[in-house]
């Protein structure tokens, strides 16, 4: 399973005027593509803050202690808020808890949906450009290397192959977006009319008709393109669509609309057409126009593709690739032999940071040097970021940074707790019971951050054993050909301009599939025209604008009632698989997520106390307080009154020393009160922290109301009605 997202030993606190509150405190979890993770517990157990820390959205009183969140090799607690700025709302999407708070008021739905895609359209323009030139300089420079050696006519050859690659590449993509516009056109407007024209004959077009046929005047006349609505209608094409709105009202007032029906059907006609005819290769087509020098010869659309391409073969492709090919052998193999003295390098200094007590000037500088050693290990032309060793520099920094202050740190938080154990000694020597208790010294654990060090370069190490071992067996030929076309993709996303015009068709068809009707009257209302269940549907649209591949939910359906609640989990959980998309969905209810989640983590006091598949939590859960959110949870079935959780969760700036749930726990033994327990694993895919599950522990079964639910889980399982 690919890891989407992976969030390893991340601690949060926020600095407040009573203290240091521990909002987060070690906890690690992974996303896989395409998985549901939930994240559950009650309020104030961190839930908001984990998934702000995702988007780096944090509140300015934040303290990130420790920890990594690793996507597409980077980790996201270390990189520039530049770097921030394109992931956020573009890959990593967000949708809260209250619509309102995520819409602005006095703009039109529209607007607020079409804006959000210009200006990512922008972003993503930019960003291509700087993909695509930095990587075919490197492929250049890197091919001149390994195939020309010193030989300066090859060399000016490819340097001239890659400038001419980039020439033709931009021809290819013209025709292509040409292409593109007309046949998208084409087909939006087939579809456009099949709803409209049934409407209309049925006399029972709504008042956005006018609007509907506006939108399809301007997509027929955008249809024109020599393999699409040929040139040779482009005529009756302005003609039909110019007459198209003077005849539908004409008709409006009898409500009868033949003349409209006849225009509509013979656009619907000629787009079909259009639609269904063969797309010639454009990529090669582009290197044919801006290099043969001659027009296209005239030949039915199939053979000319098979003509365009042994002429590109011949005289450009099969060279390039084979150039490129030994460049990216070439560039794979000098990144291993720097993976080898890594390796070396890595081994070699694990004793400096293993020291009884490290010594900062002797860190920092091992630091920079394996960092460097590291760093020279990426290979540019291979298009899957590497993310361990991307990350090995920032995660290695974090560490060292956390050892050095908190030696600084543990001095003043162990004299305070000093000063606050006589203070309270005093008060019970005077006889009397203080209203406060000690709390334990908010010290920083240094030998855990060694541990940590040492588990960073063992990882790193491993990981390189293994490309290493792989090695040999790669298939270059076949990553030239993702290299093209990751050139290709890129090429084309600074081409890819996102208009008014095809903004507003892709808001409307977004509005659409997350089912808001009427989407064109829609489009121009305001947000409090909308209800509630409404406005969490275009929060959703929003949301997916930028074509994220990760959405988190923060609580979205809390403020909805029940019936709205399940329509919009049954709309985020078609979304997800659709669009193939890894959600995080975050709720202080199980029952809201005992459908929808792959995997669950259970959250306490800022701590993942039980972990596991959904099969897991809800039928084998081992954590107390699991049991206790599985019997609070509404049950449609039983009039059993809930079992609300007796106590409540502990004041974070004074965690409790043992586990923090204890006090509310009705299995609690001496230990709880004392040792925080560690992860258990129960399974391959299932954990919890409980010292229940101890060797030594006494076997407890799961209270009453849990088993008999589990009990009716099952039986509606079986009878298939779940
Ligand atoms: N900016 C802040 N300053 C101080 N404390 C904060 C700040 N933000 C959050 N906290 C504290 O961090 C802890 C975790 O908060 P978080 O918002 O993550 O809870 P949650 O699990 O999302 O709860 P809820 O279900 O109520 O949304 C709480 O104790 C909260 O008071
Ligand atoms: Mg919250």
Redesign the pocket.
């Known amino acids: 399973m690919e890891t989407k997202l992976s969030v390893r030993n991340l601690r949060i606190s926020?600095?407040?005027s009573n203290g240091k509150?521990q909002?987060?405190r070690d906890i690690s979890f992974d996303l896989a593509k395409g998985e549901t993770l939930a994240i559950v517990?009650?309020?104030?157990?961190?839930?908001?803050?984990?998934?702000?820390a995702i988007l780096g959205i944090?509140?300015?009183?934040?303290i990130v202690e420790s920890g990594e969140i690793i996507y597409d090799g980077k980790d996201l607690l270390k990189i520039s808020e530049e770097d921030f700025h394109a992931i956020r709302g573009d890959k990593i999407a967000m949708i809260f808890?209250d619509p309102m708070s995520s819409l602005n008021p006095i703009v039109r739905i529209g607007r607020q949906l079409t804006e959000a895609m210009l200006l990512k359209g922008k972003a993503r323009q930019r960003e291509s450009r700087s993909n695509f030139n930095t990587y075919l300089k490197t492929l250049e420079k890197t091919m001149i290397e390994s195939v020309a050696k010193g030989d300066s006519a090859r060399a000016a050859k490819i340097s001239e192959n890659c400038k001419n690659f980039d020439k033709f590449e931009f021809k290819h993509i013209e025709l292509e977006k040409a292409y593109k516009t007309a046949y998208e056109s084409a087909s939006e407007t087939v579809d456009d009319i099949d709803k409209l024209a049934f409407e209309l004959e049925k006399k029972s077009a709504g008042k956005d008709a006018v609007d509907r046929l506006n939108d399809i005047i301007v997509q027929t006349r955008a249809t024109v393109n020599k393999y699409v609505v040929g040139e040779e209608h482009k005529d009756e094409v302005h003609s039909l669509a110019g007459s198209l709105m003077s005849t539908y009202n004409s008709e409006k007032k009898a409500n009868d609309y033949p003349g409209t029906l006849k225009i509509l059907y013979r656009i619907r006609e000629l787009c079909k057409e259009g639609v269904e005819k063969e797309a010639p290769n454009f990529f090669r087509m582009g290197y044919y126009l801006t290099f043969s020098g001659k027009p296209l010869p005239d030949m039915p659309v199939g053979e000319l593709n098979d003509y365009m391409k042994d002429y590109l073969d011949k005289e450009f492709m099969l060279g390039f690739i084979s150039d490129a090919e030994t460049a990216l052998r070439y560039s794979a193999n000098r990144s291993g032999e720097m993976m080898k003295k890594a390796i070396d390098e890595l081994n070699a200094a694990r004793p400096v940071f293993k020291r009884e007590s490290l010594d900062k000037k002797e860190c920092y500088a091992k630091y920079k040097e394996l960092s460097a050693t590291v760093k020279s290990c990426i290979d540019p032309l291979n298009v899957t970021k590497d993310s361990l060793t991307f990350t090995f520099s920032p995660s290695m920094k974090s560490q060292l940074d956390t050892y050095f202050h908190g030696i600084g740190a543990n001095k003043k938080a162990i004299r305070k707790h000093d000063a606050d154990q006589r203070k309270h000694d005093r008060i019970v020597a005077k006889g009397k019971k203080p209203e406060w208790e000690v709390a334990e010294a908010n010290t920083v654990d240094l030998e855990l951050i060694k541990e940590n060090i040492e588990r960073i370069i063992t990882r790193l190490v491993d990981h390189y054993d293994e490309l290493l071992a792989a090695l040999p067996n790669r298939n270059f030929r076949e990553e030239t050909v993702g290299s093209i076309n990751y050139l290709m993709e890129n090429a084309s996303g600074v081409i890819e301009k996102v208009t008014r015009r095809v903004a507003k068709h892709r808001a409307i068809k977004l509005m659409d599939e997350v089912g808001i009707a009427e989407p064109h009257k829609r489009y121009r209302q305001y947000p409090f025209e909308f209800s509630g269940g409404m406005r969490q549907r275009i929060v959703i649209a929003i949301a997916l604008a930028a074509n994220p591949d990760i959405l988190i939910c923060?609580?979205p359906t809390t403020a909805l009632d029940v019936t709205i609640q399940a329509q919009i989990l049954e709309l985020i959980n078609n979304l997800k698989e659709e669009r193939k998309l890894s959600v995080i969905f975050?709720t202080?209810d199980l029952g809201v997520v005992a459908n929808m989640a792959d995997r669950v983590a259970v959250?306490y006091a800022?701590k993942i106390v039980e972990y596991g598949t959904s099969e897991d939590i809800f039928y084998h859960s081992a954590h107390p307080y699991t049991w206790a959110l599985l019997s609070s949870m509404p049950d449609l079935d039983t009039d059993e009154k809930l079992e609300a959780i007796p106590g409540t969760?502990p004041n974070?700036i004074y965690p409790p020393k043992g586990d923090a749930f204890a006090p509310r726990n009705r299995y609690a033994m001496a230990i709880d009160f004392e040792r925080q327990p560690p992860m258990f694993q129960i399974s391959d895919t299932h954990f919890a922290a409980t010292w229940l599950l101890h060797p030594d522990a006494p076997k407890v079964d799961p209270p009453k109301a849990v088993v008999d639910r589990i009990r009716r889980m099952n039986e509606r399982r079986a009878t298939g009605n779940e």
């Open positions: 926020f600095r407040t509150v909002a987060v517990g009650e309020s104030g157990s961190g839930k908001s803050v984990t998934s702000k944090l509140a300015g009183n934040s808890q923060d609580e975050i202080h959250m800022g969760p974070m």
